[in-house]
């Protein structure tokens, strides 16, 4: 792509721009430069007569390569309080696509998650282009992906909101590296930030670009509506599946009117290996009628997504009034917000749409080749009984612990069992009883470690049981456990290297632990995670068994995974759950699943892109449509590699609003924009795969 001049990015019909002038932070084009950057496992040199004129970073294999510049060496502006983007200038010279990341810190004890903001984008094959990251308040709010001018690569973002007035570094890096990877930085700036007014037309698309297939009057939405009728090759039950989507060619086994788990070998059910696949063999699900099913599923299937207009009435081009018929999708209160997916539905099937937007999605994930409703979605979809569905269950506890990312509940709280017994009670109460039902998602991403592979990320959760007070429940437990081992303070003290004078007083005190911790101190802040996790995962179990014995306990979704905890929840869940959000699942890197003595499923993966007028590419963006398709069938192909995974699940049905959910999320991940309208290529090429699923499963074909 090429490099646009300063003065177009100055020009929108959708956008003003601020007075403020752009402030260049930093040149690479002078060898002198060099010496004012820290290079970590990366070696840069300052290239003239090339292509791409700038500085050439050559980012080494290692965990984090990076280049790091720090505020009053390589740049003197710490003070970025006005503006609202950092803008590199990057090209990459190589043959092959770039994941790139650039933080920016706002304090010196920045950790990744805390004092920082993290943007990524992966620059094309020979791209060229400006990178940006938001960096200022001044964005528009309640969106976490910015609207970008004409030329821009917005990345995607995470993390703090910055200290303006305090920067005190950034760094651009690249994660984990399997070879010496080239880019080239050319220059970074400073700018305004766009403001947008009337960002949003009365479809609740973008008003700033355009794309084929857009909708510009009602019309098109009737127009879409009988096309789809017309060419959607929507098979009910597909010639190799049965009724609940199981291998009709592959082996029979036996059935007991509910989903349940098996371990196959050569077409037969065998004992529970040592090994998943060693034998050959590998982990399924079984389906209410004796066929082997491999769960193909899609999250979040539902009849529409808010968005918050309190306050930001000015980025809507078009908002019901009073007295519009499509009032009740905008109503007029002090929580004002706007359904744009409800509206062009009610538009496009009139005022039955409530009843036929289940049947229509059912219809489209059957003719995708999807076999499984999957997280998150609507009970409609659920009591037509076309598909097997899975069924989410969450409880609120007042006891809970703060870690640096999500509150945990303290299992050792006498309200823990009664509250999740409660909740099992009531989410189950409908669906025990229907085979329909594969099983119950009990919580997703639990805080059961920080981020990171740091011995401290791994014990977050032990810390900061240790940072209570002497009320909080897990304190007092961890602390009585520690008494049965040392007997008394003293021999804690040595073991830990502490000074405590009691253990009332650790008890009692907040604990902040050393960064380095003894061996002694890091096994049992190990042993307590593995504590708290057995009580969690024994207390869901045992309400599961006595409220829905009949279905499975499909885990709690993991995002952070440490190994004791993995494990301790393979001993309790029928199914051991991870959201795995990569481009693919390395063999190496879930080798380990095989040990499990459990089947394993994705509860959640996606792909985005920002060339059909979105924000946000999600958690793994790619360059367009057409590629993520592609990647879509890459990841169940890796998936099928691995013998102990018996299913997947696309994260989720429909794109998030364009200016963000109640979390500010405003991802293209959806297989359905904002008009119900699909996806054509990323529908196409997921039907190719999820029809080819078994016959690549029984060696026939890839698929």
């Known amino acids: 792509m090429k490099v646009l001049p300063l003065w177009s990015f100055l ?51 290692s965990e984090w390569p990076n280049v790091y510049l720090r505020s009053g060496k390589a740049f003197q502006q710490r003070d970025w309080r006005g503006f609202g983007d950092l803008a590199l200038e990057v090209a990459n010279p190589e043959d092959e696509a770039l994941a790139l990341y650039v933080r920016v810190d706002d304090d010196f004890s920045a950790d990744g998650t805390r004092h920082c903001r993290t943007g990524s984008f992966t620059v094309p094959a020979h791209g060229q282009g400006v990178m940006v990251l938001p960096v200022g308040a001044s964005g528009v709010e309640g969106m976490r992906g910015q609207p970008a001018r004409p030329g821009d690569w917005m990345m995607v973002t995470n993390g703090a909101t910055l200290d303006g007035s305090h920067i005190v570094a950034f760094q651009v890096f690249l994660a984990q590296p399997a070879k ?13 930030a766009a403001r947008a007014e009337g960002l949003v037309d009365r479809f609740g698309q973008y008003t700033g670009a355009d794309w084929k297939g857009k909708v510009r009057e009602e019309g098109d939405l009737e127009k879409q509506r009988r096309a789809e009728k017309k060419g959607l090759t929507a098979l009910l039950v597909s010639s190799d599946r049965d009724a609940f989507g199981g291998w009709i060619s592959g082996p029979r086994l036996k059935s007991n009117w509910y989903f349940r788990t098996a371990y196959v070998v050569g077409g037969k059910e065998v004992a529970v290996p040592t090994e998943a696949g060693k034998d050959g063999g590998r982990w399924w699900l079984v389906t209410p009628e004796g066929t082997l099913f491999f769960s193909l ?51 496009k099937y009139g005022p039955t749409w409530r009843k036929q ?76 009883d229907y085979p329909w039902c594969l099983g ?84 049992d802040l190990a042993a307590f995670l ?48 991870f959201n795995i959000y990569q481009k693919t699942l390395k063999a190496e890197e879930w080798a380990f699943t095989a040990n499990l003595g459990k089947p394993c499923l994705v509860g959640e993966f996606h792909f985005g892109a920002l060339d059909r007028g979105m924000f946000h590419g999600g958690l793994v963006p790619v360059a367009n449509q057409e590629e993520r398709g592609q990647a879509y069938q890459q990841y169940v192909e890796s998936v099928l590699q691995l013998p102990a995974f018996a299913g997947c699940h696309w994260f989720q049905y429909r794109d998030e609003p364009l200016t963000g959910r109640f979390d500010g999320e405003n991802y293209n991940i959806g297989f359905v924009d904002v008009t119900d309208q699909f996806y054509p290529e990323l529908a196409a090429a997921a039907k190719v795969t999820n029809t080819r699923v078994y016959s690549a499963l029984a060696g026939q074909e890839r698929p």
Request: glycine residues 6%.
């Open 11 to 61: 020009i929108s019909l959708s956008f003003s721009v601020r007075a403020e002038e752009h402030l260049e932070l930093f040149q690479f084009k002078k060898p002198e430069t060099v010496q004012a950057l820290e290079a970590n496992h990366a070696q840069i040199e300052v290239v003239a007569d090339a292509k791409f004129p700038g500085l050439q970073i050559t980012f080494q294999p």
């Open 180 to 192: 010496p990877r080239r880019l080239i930085l050319q220059n970074v700036r400073l700018r305004p």
């Open 297 to 347: 599923g899609m999250d979040c299937v539902w009849g529409g997504e808010r968005t918050p207009t309190a306050g930001r009435e000015r980025l809507f081009s078009w908002l019901p009034l009073q007295g519009d018929p499509l009032e009740e999708f905008a109503p007029v209160d002090e929580r004002r917000w706007v359904d744009f997916h409800a509206i062009n539905q009610h538009r």
């Open 357 to 432: 937007w289940p049947e229509v999605a059912l219809r489209r994930l059957r003719s995708w080749g999807f076999n499984t409703i999957g997280n998150w979605s609507s009970p409609e979809v659920f009591r037509l009984r076309h598909m097997p569905y899975t069924v989410p269950i969450h409880y609120a506890t007042t006891a809970t612990i703060q870690t640096s990312w999500s509150g945990m509940p303290d299992v050792f709280s006498e309200k823990f069992s009664a509250e999740t017994e409660a909740a099992v009670e009531r989410e189950t109460r409908e669906w025990k």
């Open 440 to 523: 119950y998602f009990v919580d997703n991403e639990l805080p059961w470690s920080g981020w990171g592979d740091s011995e401290a990320a791994h014990d977050e959760l032990p810390r900061a049981v240790l940072a209570c007070g002497g009320k909080q429940p897990a304190k007092r437990e961890f602390v009585r456990l520690l008494r049965a081992k040392y007997d008394t303070v003293a021999r804690l003290s040595e073991a830990w290297g502490g000074t405590w004078t009691s253990f009332d007083d650790l008890e009692q005190q907040p604990q902040k632990l050393s960064d380095k911790p003894t061996a002694a101190c890091r096994g």
């Open 530 to 577: 593995e504590a708290f996790a057995r009580r969690y995962f024994a207390v869901v179990h045992a309400a599961l068994r006595k409220h829905a014995p009949r279905q499975l306990y499909l885990g709690c979704r993991f995002a952070v995974r440490p190994p004791e905890v993995v494990r301790v929840a393979a001993e309790f869940c029928d199914v051991v759950t």
